[in-house]
């Protein structure tokens, strides 16, 4: 998603340009302090008092109503954007509390007004419920303060498998938390920590977690204000990792060499499946390195390449290396400055592929020249299965070759030339197979 796509998304979810959900407006006069509380208390007379109380209880009378169904026992709590406060969250896990411990298995409360304390009390009532396996509670407002609990629930012996927990601006503070929980875990295999500002001494903790847990397989980091120091890090930490298998590093800050440093662990590590480098900046001298891991890595399936600033050289050495390669099957290149007089390359190297089954070439400036060559690439091809071609100057010429092919082709081939974002996505569901199992969450973000 791009940044106007956000903005949008964020108005239309009444959240603030940070993309978190705005708090309740306080009342004008509200004390800022407990003393002024103290004071406003005394000054008020007792009919105010008595306005007060009523307004409170008809709020606790309508919290009772709208979580009167989970006071019996639910398996699955689905309670994304409904206006949960941190007050509501204090009441559920109250209610939670009463459950059996091996009534709930899934809690997802993405896009509330969760603060850390409703958080806290939820971490705590949940350690006990030995099914649970997923908590998403994302794009709330958590904070560091809340990853103390946190932290308890991951170091205990609890079966929870996937913690999405993005966008709470929980800092280099609440990862170090997170990380410190996750020392010992040997369940977590799924862990969404994007857009949390977590810097690179956030990710300074989870390296040096990553040296010793092998449990956790899928790591989001993306939008977290990452640079090559912290990359750095993370290099060394998959040199010895064992466990990590998809790894999201998109929309932060790795030029000048952080790149470089990745590209030295995906030579050394043989786990790494899927990796996004997107939205990076990434340049030639990147794309070098980025050629060269491709001829010596084994692993490596799925590769986000899209939206940054790839010059025809680092285009060169990027498909020059995918003519020995055949272990990746799924590249974006989407946003990337592809004309017709880089095209060549592109098309040689397809040509001598045998590994790629889908590939993204989304945004460029791709003409009916390129896609008629293209077209003869693909005919010829009975490896590759869909292609993404949106967003480019396709003429008539390119559209009728397109339409012959597919022809030809049946169901052996997906061209899609669709700017619709619906239509987009469900392509990216379609793609993903289930050796992809978070394909379609990596890339459908762009659309």
Known sequence: MNKRQHEEEADR????????????????????????????QEMTTPEEQEQKQIVLDKKQQHREGFFEIFKKAHARLDLPWTNVSDDDAIYLSKIIANYEPDALTFLDL??????????????KVLQKQTKLNTVKISWNRLQ?????????LLASDHPLSHLAINGNNISNQGIAEIAGGLLTNKNLTYLDVSNNWVGNSGLKSISEMLQQNNTLQSLNLSHNKIAVKGVELLDEALKVNRGITFLDLSYNNLVDGGVKRLCDALIMNNVLSNVSLSNNWIGDAEALCIGTALKFNKTL?????????????????????????DTLTFLDMSRSHLSDDDMGIVIESLGENRGLVHINLHGNTIGDESIIKLCDVFRKSDIIRNVILSDNPVGARGIEAISNLL?????????????????????????????????????????
């Open 110 to 123: 993405t896009g509330n007004y969760v603060d850390f304390e409703g958080a806290n009390q939820l971490f």
């Open 13 to 40: 979810n009444e959240r603030g340009e940070d993309g978190l959900p705005k708090k309740p407006k306080i009342e004008k006069g509200a004390p800022e302090s407990v003393t002024e509380a103290i004071a406003k």
């Open 144 to 152: 560091h303060k809340a990853c103390e609990s946190l932290r308890e």
């Open 407 to 447: 022809k030809e082709k049946g169901d052996k081939l997906t061209i899609k030339l669709s700017n619709n974002k619906g239509e987009m996505r469900r392509c990216y569901d379609v793609i993903a197979s289930p050796i992809f199992s978070e394909v379609s969450e990596i890339f459908r973000r762009n659309f």
């Open 301 to 325: 399936k799925v590769l986000d390449l899209g939206n940054n600033n790839i010059q025809v050289d680092g285009m060169r050495l990027i498909f020059s290396a995918l003519k020995v390669n």
